[in-house]
Nanobody, 120 residues
Framework: QVQLVESGGGLVQPGGSLRLSCEAS????????MGWYRQAPGKQRELVAT???????DYADSVKARFTISRDNAKNTAYLQMNSLKPEDTAVYYC??????????????WGQGTQVTVSS
């Protein structure tokens, strides 16, 4: 019913930047929150950043001041600008969205993930 498509991952050197995009499409009435999570090999998936409809944001301590989440509500698209990347940022990054199909309940959807590798 809802598809989330991420793009923008890749290989970057330490200190470099990448911008991830996540576009939601399908049966969407409204989106309450969009977020980025990441999962490194052998580790649990963790929250990186979240943005709500009103623009409020929340970040993991490890990425504060380096990453910026933004959102284009008209395009149902979220972005993650990642600066000053470190090798420990290497992970598969997943987009998540809380979507209403017209009622009061919101359903959580995930994208397929995009690989970010920080290495020299």
């Amino acid at each position: 019913q809802v598809q989330l498509v991420e793009s923008g991952g890749g290989l970057v050197q330490p200190g470099g930047s990448l911008r991830l995009s996540c576009e939601a499409s399908g049966s969407i009435f409204s989106i309450k929150a969009m977020g980025w999570y990441r999962q490194a090999p052998g580790k649990q998936r963790e929250l990186v950043a979240t943005i709500f409809t009103n623009g409020d944001t929340d970040y993991a301590d490890s990425v504060k001041a380096r990453f910026t989440i933004s959102r284009d509500n008209a395009k149902n698209t979220a972005y993650l600008q990642m600066n000053s990347l470190k090798p420990e940022d290497t992970a598969v990054y997943y987009c998540n969205a809380d979507v209403s199909h017209g009622g009061t309940h919101y359903w959580g959807y995930w994208g397929q993930g995009t690989q970010v590798t920080v290495s020299s």
